[in-house]
Each structure stands twice: as C-alpha cells, then as structure tokens.
Nanobody
Framework: QVQLVESGGGLVQAGGSLRLSCAASGSSFSIYTMAWYRQAPGKQRDWVATIGSGGGTIYADSVKGRFAISRDNAKNTVYLQMDSLKPEDTAVYYC??????????WGRGTQVTVSS
C-alpha cells in the first residue's frame, strides 16, 4: 500500500503561482512513476504531468511551459509548480503513484481555484 497526501492548493488570482506537494509513504518511492491529474467540476479527471523514476518528465499540452513537475526522493515527495495560472486551471488536483508492476495509488486531492 502507498499512501499519498497532497497539499498546497488554494485560491489565487489569474497569472499567479502555486506549488503543490504530494508526500508518499513507503521506502521505495524512488522507483515509483509519479503523476498529477486534475478534475474540474462536472468533467472527467485529466492527466496533467508525469515524472519517471529516472527524472524524465512529460506534460499535457494545456500546461506545457507553465507547470513543472519535480521530485525529491530523499523526502518521498513530488511537486507541481504552477505558474501563469488561468481560470481554466481551476480543479481538484490529484497525485498518483505507480510502483513497478502494480496498481496506481491515488491521493484525496487538493483544491486549486484561480479567479479571473
């Protein structure tokens, strides 16, 4: 079992920044593939960004150039730096961990609200 706890959400004006954090349990964090997803009201959950165990990153087109995913294996934590925020970025943001050859684990989410 992997437990994930997100933090760092809040209310910010358009053009502002937030940094989300996701703390993971367990001693094998460094080999997990970590990702962020988001779900706006009334919409499906969408993938935002992924960082592999080797540090490689990929992003959804909607956030490319504005968001940055990173990880600190010593702290068992993955981050999502969000800059130039837009009202359409408003959503609940979820952290996901995928250990090798097992299911994906999810956090409970953190609310991000961007006002215009």
């Amino acid at each position: 079992q992997v437990q994930l706890v997100e933090s760092g959400g809040g209310l910010v004006q358009a053009g502002g920044s937030l940094r989300l954090s996701c703390a993971a349990s367990g001693s094998s964090f460094s080999i997990y593939t970590m990702a962020w997803y988001r779900q706006a009201p009334g919409k499906q959950r969408d993938w935002v960004a992924t960082i592999g165990s080797g540090g490689g990153t990929i992003y959804a087109d909607s956030v490319k150039g504005r968001f940055a995913i990173s990880r600190d294996n010593a702290k068992n934590t993955v981050y999502l730096q969000m800059d130039s925020l837009k009202p359409e970025d408003t959503a609940v943001y979820y952290c996901a961990a995928t250990p090798p050859y097992t299911n994906t684990y999810w956090g409970r989410g953190t609310q991000v609200t961007v006002s215009s």
